[in-house]
């Protein structure tokens, strides 16, 4: 049987990353697994780009960039630096490094120790705006939800105004009964962001303070917006962001081997494979399981980075065929 290649550890041996860098390596690991960041990358680093101006620079890349952020604070995981020259010196003004440094689409294995350190600390809105969970609003806040609760009972009044005179020979309480005239539910709270500001009702003098939050727990647990689920990857074992990372080499490899080649053992080549831990265990023995595992990380793939097109695979998706 043949080999196409022969693939550099970096690619595909990630069980050497700290648990610091894990979610960091994941989301730049999949990033340079996309065509649309990589063409994106080469429109940074155009040589023409000292001599545009602003406008230029936006119809160059401006769009897609901000097409890129739409992920939030992991975007700055493989888009800081992306102006950077490939192997190139880092501005003047960036504490990470006056010596070259490598940039997108290096290995995540092959950039700088300081790099991963600065790259693998993810912000978020609690960290960049010294957020608290739950504090007490501005005043101003009063006002704009008793706005808010007089807007939505007259538009209820006046829907009911609106059947009323539909219906104007059948009695109210009929329209009740059949529940054509429907009483409104209005939430006193307001929307901003992520954030909720709302009228609450605190027993302070019937509940202990570990009482109290169990409650709003269970609160916290009924009413958080579906659209709004625990941030950042939080609520996610570790071990989910590492699975990703296998699946990626899984894919990676199954795009230069087949599963029979990197498990029957006729290839030395294929040995250091066969004996690494992230391919440790009984179900790595089974080609099906890799195949499934290739399938998991297109998944991953489109979840990590759901700006991209719907159809877009990765660079790693061709698979090897096997060997007549």
Not at 175 to 184: D, F, N, Q, T, V
Not at 205 to 232: M, S
Not at 269 to 276: D, G, P, Q, S
Request: glycine share 6%.
């Amino acid at each position: 049987m043949g080999l196409n290649r022969v693939l550099a550890a970096a690619e595909w041996n990630f069980d050497g990353i700290p648990d610091r860098e894990v979610i960091a390596c994941c989301y730049w690991e999949y990033a340079r697994e996309s065509c649309f960041l990589r063409e994106l990358r080469r429109r940074c680093i155009d040589p023409r780009i000292p001599e545009m101006v602003n406008s230029d620079l936006w119809a160059l890349y401006g769009n897609d960039i901000e097409r890129a952020q739409s992920i939030g604070y992991a975007s700055r995981v493989f888009l800081r630096g992306f102006s950077w020259p490939e192997d190139g010196v880092a501005d003047e003004g960036d504490r990470v490094s006056a010596k070259k440094c490598r940039s997108f689409p290096s290995p995540w294995q092959n950039l700088a120790k300081r790099e991963r350190a600065r790259r693998s600390h993810i912000d978020s809105d609690r960290t960049s705006n010294s957020l608290t969970p739950f504090s007490r609003g501005y005043s101003c806040f009063a006002q704009w939800i008793a706005e808010y609760c007089d807007s939505v009972r007259k538009r209820a009044f006046e829907r009911q105004e609106a059947v009323k005179a539909m219906n104007a020979e059948v009695s109210q309480r009929v329209l009740w009964g059949r529940r054509l005239l429907k009483s409104p539910t209005v939430r006193p709270s307001l929307f901003s962001a992520s954030a909720e500001v709302g009228v609450f009702s605190i027993q302070w003098g019937t509940f202990t303070n570990e009482e109290l939050r169990d409650g709003f727990y269970r609160w916290a647990r009924k009413n958080r917006p579906k659209d709004l689920p625990a941030p950042d990857g939080r609520g996610h074992k570790l071990g989910d962001w590492r699975a990703k990372l296998t699946r990626l080499a899984v894919m990676r490899l199954l795009s230069s081997h087949t599963a029979a080649q990197i498990l029957d053992g006729d290839l030395p080549e294929l040995k250091e494979v066969r004996e690494a831990p992230q391919f440790g265990g009984s179900k790595w023995v089974d080609e099906e399981h890799w195949r499934r595992a290739r399938r998991e990380a297109l998944k991953d793939f489109h979840a990590l980075l759901p700006f991209l097109d719907k159809d877009e695979k990765p660079l790693s998706w061709q698979r090897k065929k096997t060997d007549k």
